[in-house]
């Protein structure tokens, strides 16, 4: 199938930024924003993942639009449920980004902080255009709701004292972004050509409470999406698809929870997944989303699909997905394809990962959530810390009494200071816990990298002291 411009699909969008910036809220407030009643099926959960159709991003930016007169074409946006660095890490293949477009959060009350810079650093890094969201403008002195409004409309009903806090404090987030070598403006003051064909940032100021500036966020992203990488956008029928999450369901089993970027899935597919301990091969037995009104909604009720395109999130049910990993690619073996094949191509960012521990294989364990999240520790481990801390292993999700055992060898081994585990953002057993304090292990935890880096570095100064 020859791709065209006349046939895009939905742009995937996530929402990045620093805790309390107001991520999930803003997620909320798009969700809800101008949802008509009797206009169903304009919004519809997927797994992992809202569906805006058209129609809806139509009816959504309309006061925007009168002025705008922006043409949509894109059949819809895909927006990730999970806003964080989780969704974004996930959202990657052989080193690039699945995600199309991006929302960075940044509170305008506290400016940048440590997981915008984080956040920054990933978006640029994978070549991911997005709009910063200067959240919670309705806290600048004395501000006078003006719901669901687009922004520059609301400004205009502002006192003249409101508007120069606003002002002040956005010249604060932009001189703050121009640090970190971002160049950036109030959206409405760059020219076109500004965030179009170069890398210019426009700056939305948004309240994810009171819905100012929402319009305007997804105004922009469509407009990004249409003008700026509607070539990546072009439907093609090769299959992208990564997981998104492992999970048990009652009376399904194991489940693994997809994104399918570009191609289809079809029940009866000969599915390839990557685990730690090599690739799977497992007949795709159905493929699911939830029913798409809440009202139908009864729980583990989902509607089953014989064939899905992408862009689209879903559930996928078949055999052996227990050892699944969040964060890897799926690949579905053709009638033409080599197994053996397809399998290496799945397992390729695990292997290239591994083939980076330390080479005499002395050095702490790292566990993280998914490949995401462990890729971004390693690097960091290797490139921002200095000296590097070394690393003899890895693992994804939940600490068990084995990886204790694992790590012990390391007091063995004349390392005791490596007999440790750093776990990012994953649960530790009890039994593994107990175990560590017996076996001289010690396991330091943390939801953000540099939190653990700051732990691990501490007790080597100890140590040295
Ligand atoms: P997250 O950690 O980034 O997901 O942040 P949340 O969405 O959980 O929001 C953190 C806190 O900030 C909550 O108490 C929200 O009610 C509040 N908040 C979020 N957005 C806004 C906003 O635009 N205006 C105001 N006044 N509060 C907000
Ligand atoms: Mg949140």
């Known amino acids: 199938e020859a791709r065209s411009p006349d046939d895009l699909r939905c742009p995937i969008v996530v929402i990045m930024g620093h805790v309390d910036t107001g991520k999930t809220k803003l997620l909320d407030k798009i969700r809800k924003t101008n949802v008509q009643e ?57 080193g690039s980004s699945l995600c199309d477009v991006a929302i960075l959060v940044v509170d305008l009350m506290h400016g940048l902080e440590q997981q915008t810079i984080e956040s920054l650093t990933m978006l640029r890094k994978r070549g991911v255009p997005f709009v910063i969201a200067l959240n919670k403008v309705d806290r600048c002195y004395a501000w006078k709701t003006c719901k669901d409004t687009p922004i520059r409309d609301a400004l205009k009903e502002q006192d003249e004292g409101t508007v120069s806090e606003f002002r002040s404090r956005a010249t604060d987030a932009k001189v703050q972004l121009q640090e970190q070598g971002v160049n950036s403006n109030i959206y409405w003051e760059m020219g076109e050509d500004d965030w179009m064909n170069s890398d210019f940032v426009p700056l939305i100021p948004t309240s994810a409470v009171t819905g100012e500036g929402v319009q305007d966020v997804l105004m922009l992203l469509c407009q990004m999406a249409q003008r700026k990488i509607w070539k990546q956008l072009m439907w093609c029928a090769n ?13 399904l089993g194991m489940t693994v929870d997809v994104l399918v970027v570009n191609g289809h899935l079809r029940e009866g597919d000969r599915a390839v997944f990557c685990t730690l301990n090599g690739p799977i091969v497992t007949e795709i037995r159905g493929l699911l989303t939830p029913p798409p009104s809440r009202e139908m909604r009864v729980k583990s009720e989902y509607i089953h699909h014989k064939e899905v395109k992408g862009a689209l999130g879903v559930k996928v049910i078949g ?29 390729a960012d695990l292997t290239k990962l591994e083939a980076k521990l330390s080479t005499d294989k002395s050095g702490v364990l790292v566990q993280a959530s998914t490949l995401g999240a462990l890729e971004a520790l390693l690097q960091f481990l290797r490139e921002e810390t200095n000296p590097p801390i070394p690393v003899s292993a890895i693992g994804i999700g939940t600490v068990h009494k084995r990886d204790v055992t694992k790590i012990s060898i390391m007091n063995e081994k004349g390392h005791p200071e490596y007999a440790t585990i750093l776990a990012f953002d994953v649960s530790i057993e009890r039994e593994a816990r107990e175990h560590a304090q017996e076996m001289g292990v010690r396991i330091m935890t943390a939801d953000i990298i540099y939190h653990l880096f700051d732990q691990f570095t501490r007790f080597m100064d100890e140590l040295t002291a």
Do not use: W, Y
């Open 38 to 94: 009797g206009e169903a099926g304009g919004i519809t959960q997927q797994i992992g993942a809202t569906f805006f159709e058209k129609k809806t991003l139509e009816a959504q930016t309309a006061k925007l639009n009168v002025t705008e007169k922006f043409d949509f074409k894109v059949p819809g946006m895909l927006v990730i449920d999970t806003p964080g660095h989780e969704s974004f890490t996930n959202l990657r293949s052989r």
């Open 239 to 251: 299959l992208q698809c990564t997981v998104l999450e492992v999970k048990a369901i009652d009376g």
């Open 319 to 347: 055999n052996n997905l227990e050892k699944v990993m969040a964060g890897t690619p799926v690949m579905i073996v053709g009638p033409e394809d080599e197994e053996e094949d397809i399998k290496s191509e799945v397992m």
